[in-house]
């Protein structure tokens, strides 16, 4: 069969000392960043690019490299979210929700581990898809017009309530204002600065990474400078980190799970302008929405630790789809490797699987090698990254501070956007003292221009007619699942709210 | 009372928003939507989302006695200065000021502090700057830094060359004292 | 100084290149070249960078490697601004331009910054704009389309990869003016987050019509996805390009070049200005630099130092005129 030929192809590629050596240096650094804050898969891979281009490295092994630092953060970013309570990258923030609470409740290796499971499970799927759907699924992505993308973002936003907090009119509140802060700028349509308020370092907007560092990282520095002689001294505590191996029985509990989430992360980055945090976010909703029957996500479900890795990791394979087949970056970093493609005189679109077969599969192949490394590095390393859990905060918290400005300040060389960020710490501290949830800020910087500009592309195609937004049946499907997600919560909202209020006088800690 | 407060603040908020997206200059050319609807349509939700908040308070949270409110005002201030000395006084000192400020307020001895301040700043610059090839602010600790730290990555650089395959090997120790001694 | 395994490993790359490939010998030689794309990765100006950079090393022509650094901000501005108020007398700077670069400036997007405030450098060839439909529309020529903008402006989307105003939006205006619509301001242009995004709202059918650059079009053509109606070049290029026709065949006189170059600080010595002229021209006649060029689409222009200066500046001349008569600028 042609598949396994070129497949078979991909791996006599793949495997030379060279590739190996770079994909596992790939899979190290690309841990590393993934899991401070502050560097995530896009700097990444564009810090490592004059890496590859300086060795000399021919398209393939530059893939190779470039993909397992991609493969490779995308792992990492669940480490700090779990131990920490802060992501260390964009993808990851949703892993905080069950992550952290686990390991409150000292289970911190088994959540690293499974989570680890889960980010395997996610790729592996993923790139399976990746091969066989490509062509297929290319049409998928031409479904969605401008309209439909508006209407796929009304639902993420709309199906917010009650994923990270109790109160839907805070988590309005607060998607608002993620999605406010995204307006600040020069506009992309027309080109006229907004709410910059003459301030030239405002034109290029606010960087969503500078807004997640400040409100997740900076913010917790804060929580423990109030609490310095409270419940926060870890020393007198005794830590438990938890199981190195996740017990059997939790990994086969969480299987249909990761199934799940696999696809649905995998179609979300298959759409060009969704990507990877969408991916996650749509997976852990939805896995709450199906599954959440005793009201246990956000306290340290393991289910909602594997939904969100299983879902950003596939989500990740599924972007590839776009970038190879169309040529469009479906997230910030694939951007970055198509970049990196055109400078290698490769350039992707519709024919690249016959022009380049042998880019492309020996990339497949890389995937599968990458991914598989990972997880054979990940899994001995969770005892490793526990011991994170026994410095005591008043090391670890300074540190951290002083990473997300390294982070920060090393990307930008600004430091105006230092100054943003620490203003985002202390609205951050207030906002989570206000029970406010801080993911739907992140979701609406995250998604805010991309989600406007679409709604502004699509209703000036049909010459100023709003009613577009509703005139497709994938758009009306769209629509109907994110009413539906919006309304159910406020019908069984009594219910939830009791059983939540008690979660809460437990102590819980949602983000 | 802090979410009433809270909400009357978001109300205010969404009001000077509203406001603030209305003095956008739209240029000559624009789509049928322009750039003022979507920011007018958050500040709609944004107030009628606050307004909810307002008239249905959550329970009272805890708030900090003053002198911990003060404490991290105190922090806060240490961080903006360390945001505007940075360029100027290099990574380095910047950084373990800094850490050592926050490493004593969290409840560190003084002394133990400016070790773990100091410390810090090193693996952190060794890391970000060293390994991963970020470019930090300069100052005059750093140089000295890099001399210690060039020769390791001259070695690991003379690793990463046997993958590019052209067999310099005697080259590696050059390039080393090409980076030390560059600028 | 950057100290990094990845400068180390690049001073290594470096000295083992320039064992094989001797230098060439001018009476400057950039100690750590540096080439500022005013962009994120991805895009034309970080690719003229990259590509440039890597064919400069290549050929021996520099010592070590450019090192590229992306400097988003402002459409360009950012960089402007900041090579002209920091790095005014930079011998080692290059920085990646185009006709987007030509397009603000001219229009005054970056504040209180003019062409004269650097020096131009040197083109590496010019990227000339398409005009396309989809491959089964029923639309197969430029008057065809644009009789059907002029009948029912409201009926054809013209999907671009600029903003509102920028060079993708511009060459169809060009087209549209030189064919006589009056008010080229009805012509229905949608922005999208650049040429790759925008094909592909034209395959899904949500738009009529694409403007870009042959480059962004080629992948889509070759697949037979698209069909090209008009290149906004003087004449048919070459190559596999020659098949697509010219707006100026069919009757409307428009020209649309996107062409991508280089300038440095104004203070850079003439010593510097002069190599760094020189070396590019070296690059330009190479061959391994035409391949690239056939590789991407990329048409002949060939300019160097002040040839290239007055060009700029005639581009400037013209985008203001065509921006003044459609009323983007006052």
Known sequence: MDLWANLYGGFEIALTWQNLGLALLGCFLGTIMGALPGLGPSNGVAILIPLAFTLGLDATSSLILLTAVYYGAMYGGRISSILLNIPGDEPAMMTCLDGYPMARKGMAGEALALSGIASFVGAFLATWGLILLAPQLVKLALLFGPAEYFALFALAFATLGGVSSTNQAKSAFAAMLGLGLAMIGVDTQTGVPRLTFGEVHLYDGLDFLVAIVGLFALSEVFVFLEHRHGSADAEESKVKVGRIVPPMPMVIKTIPTMLRTSFLGFVAGVLPGAGASLGSFISYSMEKKLVDKEGTFGTGDPRGVAAPEAGNNAAAGGALVPMLALGVPGSGTTAVLLAVLLSLNITPGPLLFQNNPDVVWGLIAALFIGNLMLLAMNIPMVGLFTRVLLIPPRILMPVVAMVSFVGIYGISGSSFDLLVMIAFGLAGWILRKLDVPLVPVILGTLLGNTMENNLRRAVTIDNGNWWTLVDSPLAITLWAIAIAGFILPVFVGKVVKARMQRRDEEGSLSD | MSDRIFGGFGVLLAVFYAWAALQTEESFLSDAVGPKAFPVIIAIILGLSSAVIALRPDPEPVWPPLARLAEIGAAAVVMILYAQFLPEAGFIIATALAAMYLTWRLGSPVVQSVVIGALTALVIYIIFHAVLGLSLARGPLDAYVDTVVDPVLGAIGAFFEMFGGSGADEAAPEATGATGAGD | ?330
Not at chain 3, 41 to 46: A, T
Not at chain 3, 97 to 122: E, F
Not at chain 3, 212 to 235: N, T, W, Y
Not at chain 3, 271 to 289: G, N, Q, T
């Open chain 3, 1 to 330: 100084m950057k100290t990094s395994i990845i400068r180390a490993a690049m001073a290594v790359a470096a000295l083992g290149l320039a064992g094989t490939a001797h230098a060439e010998s001018h009476g400057f030689s950039p100690e750590n070249p540096e080439c500022i794309a005013p962009a994120n990765p991805g895009g034309g100006w970080d690719f003229t960078c990259r590509q440039v950079g890597k064919s400069l090393q290549d050929q021996g022509l520099i010592e070590k490697t450019m090192q590229v650094v992306n400097l988003a901000g402002g459409g360009g501005g950012v960089a402007f601004a900041e090579v002209v108020n920091k790095r005014g007398d930079d011998n080692d700077l290059i920085v990646a331009a185009s006709s987007a670069t030509a397009t603000r400036l001219a229009q005054g997007a970056y504040p209180g910054n003019t062409m004269d405030q650097v020096r131009w450098l040197a083109s590496i060839g010019a990227d000339y704009g398409v005009i396309a439909v989809a491959a089964d529309s029923e639309i197969t020529t430029l008057p065809a389309l644009l009789d059907a903008i002029k009948s029912d402006p409201a009926s054809i989307s013209v999907a671009g990869g600029s903003a509102v105003g920028g060079w993708d939006h511009l060459k169809v205006l060009i087209a549209a003016n030189a064919y006589g619509i009056e008010d080229v301001r009805s012509v229905k242009y949608i922005a999208f987050d650049g040429g790759g995004e925008a094909v592909t709202q034209l395959l899904a059918g949500s738009v009529q019509a694409f403007t870009g650059d042959i480059s962004e079009a080629k992948g889509f053509v070759d697949s037979g996805d698209i069909k090209v109606i008009a290149v906004l070049a003087p004449e048919r290029l070459g190559g596999e390009f020659s098949e697509m026709p010219t707006a100026k065949e069919q009757g409307v006189d428009a020209i649309g070049a996107n062409w991508r170059g280089f300038y440095a600080p104004a203070g850079m010595s003439d010593e510097a200005y002069d190599a760094w002229v020189s070396k590019i021209a070296d690059l330009y006649a190479s061959d391994e630099w035409k391949e690239i060029m056939a590789a991407n689409g990329l048409a002949p222009l060939d300019l160097q130092g002040a040839d290239f200066q007055n060009f700029v500046s005639d581009s400037v001349a013209q985008i203001q005129s065509i921006s003044k008569e459609i009323g983007i600028i006052k």
